[in-house]
C-alpha cells in the first residue's frame, strides 16, 4: 500500500512532462475520478499573476517559482490534490506522494505540438527535452525512486489506462501513521 511521508488525509499527486503528453487531461480525468482537486500551475501563474514577465522566445510566461510554492503551500499541507506542471524540480519534495512523469512518442508529441502552434526554438526545445527524457531525470532526481513512476501517454487509451491505474493508487493510498 501506498505512504505518506506527513499526517495529510489525502495524497499530493504531481502530474509532470513535456508540454502536450497530456498532463491536463490525465489530471482532469484523474480529478474526476478520485475527487482531488486539479491545479493547473500554469493557469494559476496566469490567474494569480505569479510571474515574472514574458519570454520571446518561449511565448510563455516566465514563472516566479517562490511565489507559485507561497500560493500552494496550505493547500499542499492540506493534501488531496494533483498538480499539473511541466517542471517538477522546484516544488517541495514533501509536498508529493507520487510523482508522474507522461512521456509521448516523439512523433505524436511533434503533432500535438504543431497543432497547438508550436514552431522554432518553442517546438524544438520541447521536442529534444522528450528526447533526452529530461523530465523524467528531472523528477528522479527531486524525488524519491520509490515515488516516481513513468507512464506512456500516446493515445487516449493510454491516458484511460493511466487514469485508472492512478484512481487504484489513491484509493489504495494510507497515510503513514504519525
Known amino acids: 500500500m501506498a505512504q505518506s511521508s506527513s499526517g495529510r488525509k489525502k495524497p499530493n ?11 491536463t487531461t490525465t489530471s482532469s480525468f484523474l480529478a474526476e475520478a478520485t475527487q482531488l482537486r486539479h491545479v493547473n500551475v500554469g493557469d494559476l501563474v496566469r490567474d494569480k499573476n505569479l510571474h515574472d514577465g514574458w519570454h520571446e522566445q518561449f511565448d510563455c510566461h516566465v514563472i516566479n517559482e517562490d511565489l507559485v510554492c507561497d500560493e500552494l503551500e496550505d493547500m499542499m499541507e492540506e493534501g488531496g490534490n494533483i498538480v499539473d506542471y511541466h517542471g517538477c524540480d522546484f516544488f517541495p519534495e514533501r509536498w508529493f506522494d507520487r510523482v508522474v512523469v507522461l512521456q509521448t512518442e516523439n512523433s505524436v508529441l511533434y503533432d500535438r505540438l504543431s497543432k497547438r502552434g508550436y514552431t522554432g526554438a518553442k517546438l524544438t526545445n520541447n521536442i529534444e527535452c522528450e528526447i533526452f527524457q529530461v523530465l523524467l531525470e528531472e523528477a528522479k532526481d527531486s524525488y524519491p525512486e520509490d515515488i516516481v513512476v513513468a507512464l ?11 487514469v485508472a491505474t492512478l484512481t487504484d493508487w489513491v484509493r489504495n493510498w494510507c497515510p503513514k501513521p504519525e
Do not use: A, C, M, Q
Not at 13 to 23: E, Q, R, S
Not at 152 to 162: A, V
Open 13 to 23: 499527486v504531481l502530474v509532470t512532462g513535456t508540454p502536450g503528453t497530456g498532463k
Open 152 to 162: 506512456r501517454s500516446d493515445t487516449i487509451d493510454d491516458i484511460n489506462r493511466n
